[in-house]
């Protein structure tokens, strides 16, 4: 079945330690993402990619960061510069615009980070 | 940037009744998504709908681009429809959805 694999779904962080979120598709996808959700709020975008070796910070990308050596794949670290890093964090894909149409996003099931 | 806003907040529902859920969007979108977040976390898509009507089952979209707005109509809801629905439109440059904070539902037995 094709999707999208965040792990692991729960993640603890000690003070000064960086830790990666791993996001796998298997949808030949073009375009990935991450996003940000807090407690009642919506989703804010981290970082995009659109194509492989090419990224680009989005709304909230200080304390993050990401790399994109293979389409299939978009790793987020989360560094110790990120002063709270405590949120669901979700990944998502889509394909290419098409004919002036933005494509819908797909996400995963989200990593849940916690500060120890 | 474009904006995002869903009404109501909160929603408090019987089983079986129906409801309509709200996005309006501050300017032209290209797209739009409308998800269900169940309480497990899992943002699942429920209409990509840039334009015009679509149904599902017992839940149905329309976006009306010119008034810049959607409707999420929920019918002979059930207590799995509880959870926070949100819908999301690309911002200007195509980058990134522009999410809205969402309707809590809340369906009781």
């Known amino acids: 079945d094709g999707g999208i694999t965040q792990s692991p779904k729960y993640l603890f962080r000690k003070e000064g330690q960086n830790v990666t979120l791993s996001c796998e598709q298997n949808?030949?996808?073009?375009?990935m993402y991450w996003y940000r959700q807090d407690p009642g709020q919506g989703l804010r975008l981290i970082y995009y990619?659109?194509?492989?070796?090419?990224?680009q910070k989005g709304d909230i990308a200080e304390g993050y960061s990401v790399s994109r050596e293979k389409k299939e794949s978009f790793p987020l670290t989360v560094t110790s510069a990120q002063k709270n890093p405590t949120a669901f964090y979700l990944c998502?894909?889509?394909?290419?615009?098409?004919?002036?149409?933005?494509?819908?996003?797909?996400f995963g099931d989200g990593t849940r980070l916690s500060i120890l | 940037g474009i904006q995002v806003e869903q009404s109501p907040p909160d929603l408090i529902l019987q089983e079986g009744a129906n409801s309509t859920l709200r996005c309006n969007f501050s300017?032209?979108?290209?797209?739009l998504q409308w998800f269900h977040q169940n309480p497990w976390g899992q943002l699942i898509n429920l209409f990509y709908?840039?334009?015009g009507t679509k149904q599902n089952g017992r839940l149905s979209a329309t976006t009306v681009a010119t008034e810049r707005y959607s409707l999420l109509y929920i019918s002979s809801s059930q207590t799995t429809d509880s959870g926070v629905y949100f819908c999301?439109?690309?911002?200007?440059?195509?980058?990134?959805?522009?999410f809205g904070k969402g309707t809590t539902l809340s369906v009781s037995s």
């Open positions: 709908i840039p334009s």
């Open positions: 998502a894909s889509s394909l290419s615009r098409d004919r002036g149409l933005y494509q819908p996003q797909h």
């Open positions: 300017d032209s979108v290209n797209n």
């Open positions: 990619s659109q194509i492989v070796n090419d990224f």
């Open positions: 999301a439109a690309y911002n200007q440059a195509g980058t990134a959805l522009i």
């Open positions: 949808l030949n996808h073009d375009a």
